[in-house]
């Protein structure tokens, strides 16, 4: 029997540096990654794709305001539903033309999603999710004050642009996914999260400015289809505790509760692993089997055992 695994793939990992950030250059890191989906595909592994979305969603936004004055500006929503299917669409064709060399007989489809977020969350008063390029002091600088953006230090690595974070309640085509992999297809899905939505006491949805963590919205989809692993693409080829300092330490394998006290304990940054650790315990506390997570070259060896973190109850 199939075992169903939700990956979710960095949008930070799909841009190399600040030379290779073209559509082009996108597109040759999105075929490499396709290469190790076909791989876990072999092993009888259905895959259910998501991704970040943080560098592409700023370059919209930047576009957007660049051209204010020629063009309409782009929402935040519309961003984030136009970077879903533009690295769907991506996905799917690096995917589906690696299937049909190897005579795969699988479909491939991307399905723009909707998440649910409450509209009293209180991350609306707090932004902390980074998008867009990393920025230099000076850069950043430049930007708060021409465009009064919120900008903070993205885990040491430069500047970064940060916009509310709310937590997700409902994917909204949960259904149609989980219709999509009964069906054999290998689906692509919660693009960057998911794009926001609240919902009036009518039932009615509408878009808000806010970017969901793509692995806590990866995690809630696959807790609620049941997935045997969430696997979650980063920079890094493990976790460490001690991160970046001279006693730092990298975890081949840990427990849930071993998690839990690690996050307790403060080794996790916020803007890098914890949510990403925090993703793991909500995965696993819903009764999820395993969590990995290991960068996108090592993800098959992972899922073997031979690479990565592997968190499991």
């Not at 930047?62 to 533009?86: C, F, M, N, W, Y």
């Not at 806010?210 to 045997?228: C, F, H, T």
Request: charge should be negative; include cysteine; proline fraction near 4%.
């Amino acid at each position: 029997m199939s075992k169903l695994a939700v990956l979710a793939i960095g949008g930070n990992s799909l841009i190399k540096d600040k030379s290779h950030q073209t559509v082009d250059d996108q597109y040759d890191c999105i075929k490499e990654t396709a290469q190790r989906i076909v791989k876990l595909i072999e092993q009888d592994i259905q895959v259910i794709v998501t991704h970040g979305n943080g560098p592409q969603v700023g370059f919209i936004l930047l576009r957007s305001e660049i051209s204010k004055d020629q063009l309409h500006e782009v929402p935040l929503p519309s961003a984030g539903a136009d970077t879903e299917g533009a690295i769907g669409y991506q996905i799917q064709q690096a995917v589906g033309n690696i299937l049909k060399k190897k005579r795969i007989n699988k479909g491939v489809t991307t399905v723009v999603t909707q998440v649910l977020v409450d509209k009293d969350d209180e991350a609306f008063q707090t932004p902390t999710k980074p998008i867009g390029p990393f920025l230099s002091k000076e850069e950043a600088e430049n930007k708060k004050q021409q465009y009064d953006w919120d900008i903070v230090e993205d885990a040491g690595r430069g500047y970064r642009r940060v916009v509310a974070s709310p937590i997700p309640i409902k994917i909204i085509e949960q259904d149609a996914i989980d219709c999509l992999i009964k069906n054999d297809f290998i689906v692509i899905a919660v693009g960057g999260g998911g794009i926001p939505v609240i919902e009036d006491e009518n039932g009615n949805l509408s878009g808000v400015p806010a970017v969901i963590d793509k692995d806590r919205a990866s995690s809630l989809l696959a807790k609620n289809l049941n997935a045997d692993y969430l696997i979650i693409s980063t920079a890094v080829e493990q976790v460490y505790l001690n991160f970046g300092t001279e006693n730092e330490k990298a975890i081949s394998s840990m427990t849930l509760a071993e998690a839990k006290q690690y996050c307790t304990e403060g080794h996790f940054m916020k803007g890098s692993m914890l949510p990403k650790i925090e993703s793991a315990i909500e995965f696993l506390e819903g009764g999820g089997k395993e969590v990995i997570i290991t960068t996108p070259e090592f993800i098959v060896d992972a899922v073997a055992g031979k690479a990565g973190t592997s968190i499991v109850r």
